[in-house]
Every structure is written in C-alpha cells, then in structure tokens.
Nanobody, 126 residues
Framework: QVQLVESGGGLVQPGGSLRLSCAASGFTLDDYAIGWFRQAPGKAREGVSCISSTVGSTYYADSVRGRFTILRDNVKNTAYLQMNSLKLEDTAVYYC???????????????????WGQGTQVTVSS
C-alpha cells in the first residue's frame, strides 16, 4: 500500500539547517509530484513546497523561498526538504504528501493530495 514516512526533524537554533526526508513506498515516486506542508499549533496546514514529476519543476511558499530547497531521488524513491537559515516561525510539524498526478497544479491546497505521511516535528529555538 502507499506509504510516506518523514524523518529528519529535530531541535535546531535559529540560523541552523535541517534536512527532512520523505521515504515513499507502494508506488514509484517518479510518477507523481510530491508536496511538503507544515502545521504550527493553532494554525492551518500550510503548503511549503512542491516538486513535479518528470521535469522536476519546483514551487515554494514566499515565506521559505531562498531558504528551503525541495529535492527528489527517484532511485531511492525519496524526497527531501533542505531547510537553511531556519527561523523561529518555521517551527511546526512537517508533512510530505502525494497529490493526484504528476503536476504541482494548485499545490498549496491540501485537498489536492490523497496520501500523507505522519509528520516530523521541527522546532527552532534558542
């Protein structure tokens, strides 16, 4: 069955870096786009980034553009979110998700996705 498993979260100081992984199983990662979302306590789930299949076009929320990089390794069937220059406001649970198809059309809408990982906590604190 389709499964997404995130890892790599943790506690980091402001200005630090983390690399999140999203290991996919039950399907071929290259056949689908992959999105990353985050949810802070008391806030709605927010789209962070998306990478399309085939061409590998990337999209970012304004709040993370220039600091985060989304990557995919189709051989390992794993997607990544490299997070640099982390800020206090980046603290959240981060989720990867698989949309219905290859493109990142309307990627920021959670309803676009049909499979989600369990999430990994990222805490930015001094």
């Amino acid at each position: 069955q389709v499964q997404l498993v995130e890892s790599g979260g943790g506690l980091v100081q402001p200005g630090g870096s983390l690399r999140l992984s999203c290991a996919a199983s039950g399907f071929t990662l290259d056949d689908y786009a992959i999105g990353w979302f985050r949810q802070a306590p008391g806030k709605a789930r927010e789209g962070v980034s998306c990478i399309s299949s085939t061409v590998g076009s990337t999209y970012y929320a304004d709040s993370v553009r220039g600091r985060f990089t989304i990557l995919r390794d189709n051989v390992k069937n794993t997607a990544y979110l490299q997070m640099n220059s982390l800020k206090l406001e980046d603290t959240a649970v981060y989720y990867c998700a698989r949309p219905r198809g290859r493109s990142c059309f309307n990627w920021g809408s959670p309803s676009r996705y049909d499979y989600w990982g369990q999430g990994t906590q990222v805490t930015v604190s001094s």
